[in-house]
T-cell receptor
Framework: GAGVSQSPSNKVTEKGKDVELRCDPI?????LYWYRQSLGQGLEFLIY????????KSGLPSDRFSAERTGGSVSTLTIQRTQQEDSAVYLC?????????????FGPGTRLTVT | GQQVMQIPQYQHVQEGEDFTTYCNSS?????IQWYKQRPGGHPVFLIQ?????EVKKQKRLTFQFGEAKKNSSLHITATQTTDVGTYFC?????????FGQGTRLTINP
């Protein structure tokens, strides 16, 4: 079956513009995570959705970042008024359950470059 | 909140040498997972450990989960160039899976 997909694969935007990044998780996966990875760095947790529960937004770096998950499936990460320090690869991952120790399946990521 | 520390941050070895990365959690974990990210790729699940003191092997890779379920290690015997990449541990706490910062392994052929 299809894995996690993300779009676009690459995004170049000018400083100050808004961007939307999309994640399509594996069908049936109730947990969805967003991470940010700067070049050569680790995974920075951003936000976590589990079923119909309120999302865990504790990793969002500023109020310019927001995310939503519609119908428990597709998720969109929005970055408003982008800054150069937002440049990174944004990874989405999904799993069957968030709390049951199920493995996370990662998408290929969206490489965001803010000029 | 829960923190997962991983050391070393970088490791460079000669092909054929062994490699170990260590993972420590600030809280007791229900399980720990290991992932590998090849250069230019995305993290891929390797294994999950659940039981206290558990040891699992995958060919040249040996994974251990500490007795207190707060630490773990990944050991690679006789590294090969295909082992190059970043290895992440991820600890399952009460709320969510928390990733360590990863150990980046480079190998001299």
């Amino acid at each position: 079956g299809a894995g996690v997909s993300q779009s676009p694969s690459n995004k170049v935007t000018e400083k100050g513009k808004d961007v939307e990044l999309r994640c399509d998780p594996i069908s049936g996966h109730t947990a969805l995570y967003w991470y940010r990875q700067s070049l050569g760095q680790g995974l920075e947790f951003l936000i976590y959705f589990q079923g119909n529960s309120a999302p865990d937004k504790s990793g969002l770096p500023s109020d310019r970042f927001s995310a939503e998950r519609t119908g428990g499936s597709v998720s969109t990460l929005t970055i408003q008024r982008t800054q150069q320090e937002d440049s990174a690869v944004y990874l989405c991952a999904s799993s069957l359950q968030g709390l049951e120790g199920h493995e996370q399946y990662f998408g290929p990521g969206t490489r965001l470059t803010v000029t | 909140g829960q923190q997962v520390m991983q050391i070393p941050q970088y490791q460079h070895v000669q092909e054929g040498e062994d490699f170990t990365t260590y993972c420590n959690s600030s809280t007791t974990l229900s399980n720990i997972q290991w992932y590998k990210q090849r250069p230019g790729g995305h993290p891929v699940f390797l294994i999950q450990l659940v039981k206290s003191g558990e040891v699992k092997k995958q060919k040249r890779l040996t994974f251990q989960f500490g007795e207190a379920k707060k630490n773990s290690s990944l050991h690679i015997t006789a590294t090969q160039t295909t082992d190059v990449g970043t290895y992440f541990c991820a600890g399952q706490g009460a709320q969510k899976l928390v990733f360590g910062q990863g150990t980046r392994l480079t190998i001299n052929p």
